[in-house]
């Protein structure tokens, strides 16, 4: 088994908590970028993508993913202009499980966990989305 690198930080308060996120964690976009490093490999990916204006920026879910992982998902870059286009005026369910379809596709069942977790930072603090 490999080594595992654990970062803490103090906070300005005086407590130390975990720097960093590892891919599959996930929850809200901003809670998760705070703890990311730059150049660490790792990147967060907004389920939906920001741009559909669901929710803010900050308070979008997200999951982390890999470099090369978030690279493969059908919005990233330029796809993610297309696939914008091609899905403005879906319901937000709709969106979400294609965009859960989507990860499975490039990772299996390995962040089948931060995809749950996902759907309840859906449920508890934007609940009118995932209404049917």
């Known amino acids: 088994m490999?080594?595992?690198?654990?970062?803490?930080?103090?906070?300005?308060?005086?407590q130390r908590r975990i720097a960093g996120v590892v891919a599959g964690e996930s929850g809200r976009?901003?809670?998760?970028?705070r703890r990311s490093f730059?150049?660490?490999?790792?990147?967060?990916h907004h389920m939906p993508q920001a741009a559909m204006n669901f929710t803010s920026r900050a308070?979008?879910?997200?999951?982390?993913?890999?470099?090369?992982?978030h690279s493969f998902t059908r919005t990233f870059a330029g796809r993610g202009r297309v696939v914008?286009?091609?899905?403005?005026?879906?319901?937000?369910?709709?969106?979400?499980?294609r965009d859960i379809r989507d990860v499975r596709r490039i990772t299996g069942s390995k962040y089948?966990?931060?995809?749950?977790?996902?759907?309840?930072?859906y449920r508890?603090?934007?609940?009118?989305?995932?209404l049917k």
């Open 2 to 14: 490999g080594a595992v690198l654990v970062l803490s930080v103090i906070t300005p308060n005086g």
């Open 84 to 97: 914008a286009n091609q899905e403005r005026g879906m319901p937000f369910r709709t969106i979400l499980a």
């Open 112 to 121: 089948n966990q931060g995809l749950l977790e996902l759907l309840d930072y």
């Open 29 to 33: 976009y901003a809670d998760l970028i």
């Open 38 to 44: 730059a150049y660490d490999g790792i990147q967060i």
């Open 59 to 69: 308070d979008g879910g997200a999951i982390a993913l890999t470099d090369l992982e």
């Open 124 to 130: 508890a603090n934007h609940s009118s989305l995932m």
